[in-house]
């Protein structure tokens, strides 16, 4: 945690000094441009979002392009999560937008499907390295067959656990499959159980991409498309086995996580800190947060792959994340491309991946790997799956959410299974159907 | 109305009472600003902390540019506190002592502005600014909690001058005073008590706006505190005890505007005793 | 009359009135400038009321009608729907169970503000100057709290497991509330979250209200004691009188700013669990705002304002028939 926010402490200090530059774009300085092959000019400004991508990185990143178009000032502002709906929707349509803009990968498709918001990049993936593109990420950046979002980064859960409590328990190695999972937790309950704090799985009730994994892993889906549209299909077995699956989780390990809140309410990487959790279904980074309250943990921790309920397999997993974009009313959107292919290049790509992240139009991982826990997330990202492409799922993520309300509502035996998955179906339709 | 001590005693023991009940949640979120992370959330009886750790004060005077947020939250906010008094005070007197054709009319308007929710307000208030070029520039903060405070500047003052008789005014005029000197020298003073809660409603109000300062400003160096605050919390994991310590600090110049003026509180009781 | 500092009123800003007559009574429709007077002292007040307040709550009534979403803001297109957004709000079941439900939270939660205020304000009034301080104090500091601390706090305080509520009831005897979710009802969930507004509204209302009281004149006061009035006979015979327009405003600023309350119901549960703490405002935000479509945001604000002129209405009402003789 420390570390990631010294990064936005570093980013924000660029922030201010390249913004100080600002003021003197425009003619003058194209005036004094030369060499550059495209001859661009006037100034780029790019928004992403805190945390996204380390300072050394963007700082780097900058200026290596001011100096290759010695013409281009670059702009770069850091966003924070909250609002950042509004600031976007209101920047776009203000006088002076962005030229490249960062959105979250399940909040594409609304921006996509509006005409004229965003620019139509389809004609530019080659120069984007669009041949290695991260298939999830492609996916949600992609409207009624055209690119408007090119994939930046992105990140999935895996499961982290206590090496040492393993051992402990005589838990040799890392779980393959659903089956040796619960027989871990009966396990590391035998052997840590006295303890009425100890938690063998940390397993709020509404980690619902978590159950995304389990209903993708037992063949469903939570929406099919049907045309243009979605159909949800929580209703299935296929789905009803995968809330089954969680309901199993949570019943064997005894967790004391709420079941009407997220990994968020309390936040689960504090909770695990206090040493009490043997496993929690989280991101790499989420260890950092931990480490915090007890730095022992860093070499205690390693991370599995969520399993699957075929043994030897990974479940799949929700690659969350974000893409880049560009603004259809930016007045520089030769230069915002520019600054996007050098962004996608390999040599950034290889940075974010050294960040500790999943590199958007890069498969090469290798960055990933000096981290045990990275290292995981990245084997696992090559079976990430994407949310529905739907112009109104961010309806559904925004608050409220069916799932989560399903999800509580079986496990706390308000609604049979039937019942909650008809409700939550019901409840999906309404949002993203038709 | 002379209380005996035992009376005293008894009623100061209930004030304490009550105000530590109000004080409670604050003193948690101090509380939490000391603590480490895993203190936070820890299953042992924690009422009292033990231990004390300052680091999360430092994360957070450390943060960004902390002097220029807090200077451009000053000016944004103390000055649509004064542009509301001024603006409401002038109101509050045509309103409350003088008959006119569209007095009604204008005290309806007051009142109907009111009723929207504010976040309703946000699109069209987008609109207005970037039409009138100013986006991008503190005075669009200004002028937007000038005018959501000043509703309720104005009645408040309507309020409080009514409950001002008039004929404290009428005798200072007989005594020569102009009716503008009458005004000032008799009801202005006694008007303190509202003054002052009216304008610390504004600055809290101003002090504590987030959506309009997150849209209306683009630049970094223009921003304002609530944005500074909402930096703390990234994607990947809130630094809470980093929050509540810059949640502390964040108080801190509210509470600094409140016992500037709560003299005046008290001046303005002992005026009307005075007077009364 | 000793001169008080007079801080807010600037030299200058009030036209200079005529000298009168001593014994005049009441204003007379006499010169232009006496006239003109009440116009040039609203001005600054009406102008920025109707610019910034009214003229954009016009564009919110003009854009109900209208398709908006976020592509028609960044094109500057109007398209015209009609009723449609109105239609479809009210064509959901479920909007009159959430009117109702904002009605009696709002309800609920302003008589608690008002009362508690009314009582603090009172109490503050008999307290020693020192005790009275702290008092004020700690107002301050839970009214200056920002909403992103008081939420999380208050979400830490009820925390089903690490919550110090449900341990300090622990070791009071009352084992059950070991583990026990204060958010898995919608009724539970609103009691937490009307605990928090009026926690920090209840501030302001004392300010208000002890402003006022603080104006009576010992005198008065002393006058009921001497004639041996109980403490409630002097409150109704003396400070009620003299606070119960105070009171009366804000109540009615309470009605307004509770009915539209937000950030902390959606700060505590998304106006969850399964809708259950979902309030006209939640509304406005997830089917309007959080999905960028503005013209369904202005027919729901519309809706809501229509309710708010309906409850509220008796009070603008009264003070539109209020006779001239209200004037002092």
Known sequence: ?434 | MRKSLPQRIALSVVGVVVALLILFPTYWMFVTSLRTPGEILSPKYDLIPTSFSFGNFATALGKDNFPTYLMNSLIVTVGSVLCALVAGTLAAIPLSRLRFTGRKGFLVLVMVAQLAPVSALFIPLFLLMRDAGLLNTLPSLLLIYFATTLPFTVWMLYGFVNGIPYELEEAAMIDGCSQTGAFRRVTLPLLGPGLVTTSVFSFITAWNEYLFALVFIQDKPKETLPVWLASFRTAFATDWGGVMAASVIYAVPALIFFLLVQRKLVSGATAGAVKG | MTATANVTMPAGATPPASPRDPGVKRRRRGRFGDRVLPYLLLLPALAAILVLLAWPLVQVLAISFRKLDIGQLVSGKTIWIGFDNYTNTLADPEFWTITVRTLVFTAAIVAATILGGLLLAILMRHLDPVVRIIVQVTLVLAWATPVIATTTVFQWIFDQQYGILNKTLDRLGFHGFIGFSWFSSGPSTLTVIGLLIVWQAVPFVTFSLYAGIIGVSREQYEAAGIDGASAWQTFRAVTWPAIRPITTMVTFLSVLWDFNAFAQIWAIREGGPDGGSTTLAVVLYLKGIAGNHFGAAGAIATLMLIVLALITGRYIQLLVRTPEGDLK
Not at chain 1, 281 to 310: N, R, Y
């Open chain 1, 1 to 434: 945690m420390k570390r990631w926010l010294k990064l936005a402490a570093g980013a924000a200090a660029l922030t201010l000094a390249t913004a100080g530059c600002a003021g003197s774009s425009g003619s003058d300085t194209a005036a004094s441009s030369s060499g550059a092959p495209a001859q661009l000019s006037g100034t780029v400004t790019v928004w992403l979002m805190t945390g996204s991508a380390p300072a050394t990185l963007t700082d780097a990143l900058n200026k290596e392009f001011e100096t290759a178009h010695p013409g281009v000032k670059v702009k770069y502002e850091v966003q924070q999560w909250d609002g950042i709906q509004q600031k976007l929707t209101t920047a776009l349509a203000g006088g002076t937008p962005p030229d490249v803009i960062e959105i979250g990968n399940t909040q594409t498709a609304a921006f996509a499907s509006q005409d004229g918001v965003l620019t139509d990049l389809s004609g530019d993936k080659d120069s984007f390295n669009g041949g290695q593109w991260l298939k999830g990420l492609a996916d949600s950046g992609t409207y009624d067959g055209k690119t408007y979002g090119v994939p930046f980064y992105a990140a999935n859960r895996e499961v982290i656990y206590r090496k040492d409590m393993f051992e402990q328990a005589g838990v040799t190695k890392p779980p393959t499959s659903n089956d040796e999972w619960i027989d871990a937790i009966g396990k590391l309950k035998t052997k840590f159980g006295s303890d009425p704090d100890f938690q063998a799985l940390y397993m709020p009730g509404q980690n619902w991409y978590a159950l995304l994994s389990f209903i993708w892993d037992n063949g469903g889906d939570i929406a099919k498309a049907d045309g243009k549209n979605y159909k949800a299909t929580l209703d299935t077995p296929e789905a009803k086995a995968g809330l089954d699956f969680y309901k199993k989780l949570v019943d064997t390990s005894g967790t004391k996580a709420p079941k009407d809140a997220d990994e968020a309410k309390p936040q689960q990487a504090t909770v695990y800190g206090a040493g009490k959790v043997a496993m929690m279904i989280g991101l790499p980074w989420e260890l950092a947060t931990a480490a915090k309250t007890d730095p022992s943990l860093t070499a205690k921790t390693g991370a599995f792959a969520i399993p699957s309920k075929t043994a030897g397999q990974s479940a799949p997993v929700f690659l969350g994340g974000s893409n880049l974009a560009i603004p259809a009313n930016s007045k520089n959107v030769a230069a915002a491309k520019e600054y996007i292919k050098l962004l996608s290049s390999a040599k950034y790509q290889s940075q974010l991946a050294a960040a500790g992240v999943v590199p958007g139009t890069s498969t090469d991982l290798t960055g990933l790997d000096k981290d045990p826990l990275g290292s995981v997330m990245a084997k696992a990202s090559a079976n990430g799956k994407a949310v529905p492409a739907s112009p109104k799922w961010g309806d559904v993520e925004s608050g409220q959410n069916p799932v989560k309300d399903m999800l509580t509502a079986y496990l706390t035996g308000k609604k049979t299974l039937d019942q909650a998955t008809a409700d939550a179906n019901a409840a999906l339709n309404k949002l993203i159907g038709g």
